[in-house]
């Protein structure tokens, strides 16, 4: 039996309008997704029907898909654009298309005509389509390490530098969190540790003396919160020297990168100091009329109990400081010489001072008596002023009227008596202790070769005299 012909299509507006739209498809394509269930919707209609009822699936198919505003378009893809109709303030019905791309970025678009905004909502979706595809990869990162990982390559782009060499330049330049610590506290810290490394007395008296100046000054601040300001108003003090700044300066160096190495603060502050422009002139001796009036005077305070230390200063070269640790254990007469030990020494070295003969006459009446007492800043003052010197302790108006004294006036003096009288820069040097180069900046003062003479021959009995008699010639 034969089947039925099948009567033609016939021709309506429906056939015109979708002749148009296979127009503008060949223009605009649709999805993949969607052609797929096109395609095989007509293949089983040609296969059942043959190629006439073929066309009225065509044709039906996309008008039921058109009545359903097209909601299989993607398969297996939430639908992101939708249409929907919207009234204008006008009154008018437009259709809108809504949704979100893929960058978060808002849709709202309106179209007079439906066919306008499906195809709108076709060219949204083919350009989620034609996004990059992500690609599953095994990685031991954790999804909010991962996120961290996109954000990083998001903000690199087109910086032309990778995240691995960004990475490598943090880790050269990052600095630890340090820990906040008192001022007060760390300097007790500070001066435990100094302590424990064998620092003299002298030293740490210094540095606490310093330092604490600085903590008075910023009671209630952290380390950390020093600033170079904070340095450079406590060192720059009118009335003091720039010997004194400097000084000052290094104390609170040695404090700060103390700081620095236990992470209390992230920089040394004083670092950005410069230290204070010394201006050396030419190294204060004592003349040889002010050396006598200066042993009359210890001569005669209180039955020479200051004599041994000024004449140990003054004929031994012996550093102040370096008096304080020598006994008579330490002082040979019969042999003339005198033992500096290592622990004693400024340098921690050990040294032999050869004594000369005027000064072991003037030491053998005092062997024994103590050569640095418990009163001694008020008994030097004492002896200074009676020798025309400014003294420390209790200063008065008379005191402007007396010379200034200068630290290491006695040492400056016994070095450059002694350089006048050897004329040999080496043995100088090594007989006070110090170099060659030190005795020419702060030790060589000018000094008459005559003088030089008298100054080694100087005793208790001819310091009255006007004249000192040179020995006989043989």
Request: hydrophobic share 40%; with cysteine.
């Amino acid at each position: 039996m034969e089947r039925p012909a099948v009567p033609p299509v016939r021709a309506c507006p429906r056939n015109r309008a979708w002749q148009e739209r296979c127009q503008r498809r060949e223009l605009n394509p649709r999805p993949r997704a969607y052609e797929f269930v096109r395609n095989h919707t007509l293949s089983h209609a040609h296969s059942l029907f043959g190629p006439v009822a073929a066309d009225v699936a065509q044709t039906s198919a996309l008008s039921r898909q058109e009545q359903r505003d097209e909601k299989l378009v993607l398969i297996g893809m939430k639908e992101q654009f939708k249409i929907g109709e919207y009234r204008n303030p006008s009154g008018k019905i437009v259709y809108r298309v809504y949704g979100k791309r893929a960058n978060g970025q808002i849709v709202r678009q309106n179209f007079k005509i439906y066919q306008l905004a499906l195809a709108r909502r076709q060219e949204l979706e083919i350009e989620i389509l034609n996004l990059p595809q992500l690609v599953m990869r095994p990685t031991r990162l954790s999804a909010d390490q991962v996120a961290e990982a996109e954000a990083a390559f998001y903000r690199l782009h087109g910086t032309n530098h990778g995240l691995v060499a960004c990475v490598e330049h943090f880790l050269k330049t990052w600095k630890p969190a340090f820990i906040e610590r008192d001022l007060a506290v760390a300097l007790q810290e500070f001066l435990e540790t100094k302590r424990a490394q064998n620092l003299r007395q002298d030293s740490l008296s210094s540095l606490r003396v310093r330092v604490n100046r600085l903590a008075l000054l910023h009671k209630h601040k952290m380390l950390s919160q020093i600033t170079p300001d904070d340095i450079r108003a406590a060192v720059n003090n009118p009335h003091w020297s720039p010997v004194t700044r400097n000084n000052e300066r290094r104390s609170f160096h040695c404090f700060f990168q103390w700081a620095v190495d236990q992470k209390y603060c992230e920089a040394n502050p004083v670092a950005k100091i410069k230290p204070a422009k010394i201006e050396r002139g030419e190294p204060k001796v004592m003349s040889l009329a002010e050396v006598k009036s200066f042993l009359r005077a210890a001569l005669d305070f209180k039955e020479g109990r200051m004599l041994p230390f000024v004449v140990l200063n003054l004929f031994a070269g012996v550093r102040p400081t370096e008096l304080r640790r020598i006994s008579w254990d330490d002082i040979d007469l019969e042999a003339k010489t005198m033992t500096i030990r290592s622990a004693a020494a400024k340098l921690r070295q050990r040294r032999l001072v050869e004594l000369s003969d005027n000064l072991v006459t003037w030491l053998m009446p005092y062997r024994g008596r103590p050569i640095f007492e418990k009163s001694f800043r008020r008994d030097f003052d004492a002896v200074r002023r009676a020798a025309g010197f400014r003294g420390s302790v209790g200063r008065n108006e008379i005191d402007e009227t007396r010379k200034p004294w200068i630290n290491d006036l006695f040492r400056h003096t016994s070095l450059s008596f002694h350089l006048a009288a050897h004329k040999n820069e080496g043995e100088t040097a090594d007989w006070g202790g110090t170099s060659v180069v030190m005795l020419h900046q702060h030790y060589r003062g000018i000094v008459r070769p005559a003088d030089a003479e008298l100054f080694w021959r100087l005793l208790p009995d001819n310091l009255d005299a006007q004249v000192i008699s040179l020995p006989q010639a043989a």
